[in-house]
């Protein structure tokens, strides 16, 4: 598997391939982010592959917005999730 392709959580290697059953066990597919006027939209890979200081900001400055395909989902269930994700053992 291509090293990047994989995302280190704590001591744990994931991967974070497309269709892969992270990306598939989240509620979202897509986030948002929208700062100074710009939009950028990530998949649950491409966030995940972001530093953590870098996501820590984000949630802190609720710049974020959560997606499952064009429907918005509630943050507050999204972000349950990816905690509830993280808490799973390797």
């Not at 892969?20 to 986030?31: G, K, Q, T, W």
């Not at 499952?68 to 994700?85: F, N, Q, S, V």
Request: glycine share 4%; net charge neutral; hydrophobic share 45%.
């Amino acid at each position: 598997m291509p090293r990047d392709a994989l995302v280190r959580e704590d001591e744990r290697q994931v991967p974070l391939a497309e269709g892969s059953s992270l990306v598939n066990s989240l509620p979202f597919d897509r986030i948002v982010v929208r700062s100074a006027g710009a939009e950028h939209a990530y998949t649950v890979s491409q966030f995940l592959l972001m530093r953590l200081h870098e996501r820590v900001r984000l949630l802190l400055a609720h710049d974020l917005e959560f997606y499952a395909g064009h429907r918005p989902i509630d943050r507050t269930a999204a972000l349950k999730a990816l905690r509830e994700w993280s808490a799973q053992p390797a």
